[in-house]
C-alpha cells in the first residue's frame, strides 16, 4: 500500500489552518483514507474545531515530561543534561490520540521552538515524533501548524507532499503567505497549494492572486466565502465539518484540485 499524503497546513495567524485541517481530515476520511490530524501548534485549538469539548481535549505531548525523559533517557551530571538524538516514538501515535473513527487526532504542541533547531530534550522528542508521522506512517497526515514561517523542522518537511497555505483579504496575510511559500520551496517541497478564506468580494480574489509571488509556484486551490456560521461554531465549539455547506465543498473542491497535481508515483 502506498503511504498516504502527507499536507501540512500554514500562514498567518487566524487566517482559518485549523478550519481547513478540521474540515479536510473528515473529507479525506470519506473518501475512505485513515486519517492523522496532528496538531502542532502551541496553541493547540484543533480538538475544538472538530466539536470536541476542552475537558475530552488530548493533552498536548510535549507537555508530558516524564514520558519525554523516559524515551529520550535524560540524564544530569555535573558536566550538563544528556539525552538520545533518537528516542523510540514509534508506539506513541496509537497511545495518545484521540480516536474519532477514521480521524485520529494527535496533539503535539509546540513545535516552533523544535523547528527553530532547538537542541533540548522535548525539541528531540518532538522532532522524532513529527518525523515519525510524516516518513513512516500509512495514514494521510494532515498537520495544523503553528502560525508564521518558523514552524517546522528541516527534517520532517523532507516528507511532506504539499504545503497549503491559506491566506486571507489583507496585505499581511498575503505577505506571510509569500514568506511560507518562500520557505517550503527552498526546503524542497514540491507541491504548494494555495486557499483564499474569509472572502467578502470577488475582487479580493484577484487582489490576492496578484500579491502572491510568482516564483513560488503556488497553485491556487480555491477560495472560501466569508461565513458567519463558521464564525458561529467557533464560538459554540460545535464542528467545523457541519457548520457551512458552501464551505465544505470548496474545500473538496480545493482538495480534489490538490490531489491532482501531488505526483501519485511518488513512492
Ligand atoms: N470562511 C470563514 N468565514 C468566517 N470565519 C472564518 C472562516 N474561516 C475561519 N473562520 C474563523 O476565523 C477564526 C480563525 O480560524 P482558525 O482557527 O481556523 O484559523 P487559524 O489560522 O488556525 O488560527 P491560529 O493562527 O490562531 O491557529 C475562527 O474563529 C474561525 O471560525
Ligand atoms: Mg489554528
Not at 497546513?9 to 485549523?18: A, D, E, H, M, S
Not at 475512505?32 to 476542552?54: E, H, K, Q, R
Not at 497526515?141 to 502560525?147: E, K
Request: charge should be neutral.
Amino acid at each position: 500500500m502506498p503511504k498516504g499524503l502527507k499536507i501540512a497546513i500554514g500562514g498567518k495567524g487566524g487566517v482559518g489552518k485549523t478550519t481547513v485541517c478540521a474540515v479536510w481530515s473528515h473529507l479525506f476520511a470519506e473518501d475512505g483514507f485513515n486519517v492523522m490530524a496532528i496538531d502542532a501548534d502551541p496553541n493547540a485549538t484543533l480538538a475544538s474545531a472538530f466539536g470536541i469539548p476542552p475537558q475530552d481535549s488530548p493533552r498536548p505531548l510535549i507537555e508530558m515530561k516524564e514520558l519525554i525523559s523516559e524515551r529520550t533517557g535524560t540524564t544530569k551530571d555535573s558536566l550538563g543534561l544528556y539525552f538520545k538524538m533518537n528516542p523510540k516514538v514509534s508506539d506513541l501515535p496509537e497511545q495518545f490520540w484521540l480516536d474519532l473513527g477514521r480521524v485520529k487526532l494527535l496533539v503535539l504542541g509546540a513545535i516552533t521552538q523544535a523547528g527553530a533547531g532547538c537542541a533540548c530534550a522535548e525539541g528531540v522528542f518532538l522532532k522524532a515524533l513529527l518525523m515519525h508521522t510524516i516518513l513512516q506512517r500509512q495514514e494521510v497526515v494532515l498537520v495544523d501548524l503553528a502560525a508564521g514561517v518558523e514552524c517546522m523542522g528541516r527534517a520532517s518537511v523532507q516528507g511532506i507532499d504539499a504545503m497549503v497555505v491559506v491566506v486571507e483579504p489583507g496585505a499581511r496575510s498575503i505577505e506571510t503567505a509569500n514568506s511560507v511559500a518562500k520557505m517550503a520551496k527552498e526546503l524542497g517541497i514540491k507541491t504548494i497549494g494555495v486557499i483564499g478564506n474569509k472572502i467578502t468580494e470577488q475582487s479580493q480574489i484577484d487582489v490576492i492572486k496578484s500579491g502572491l509571488a510568482r516564483q513560488d509556484a503556488a497553485v491556487w486551490l480555491g477560495a472560501l466565502p466569508y461565513s458567519k456560521a463558521l464564525q458561529q461554531a467557533d464560538l459554540m465549539r460545535t464542528p467545523v465539518i457541519d457548520a457551512d455547506k458552501k464551505n465544505v465543498e470548496e474545500l473538496t473542491k480545493a482538495k480534489n484540485k490538490l490531489m491532482e497535481l501531488i505526483p501519485t508515483n511518488r513512492d
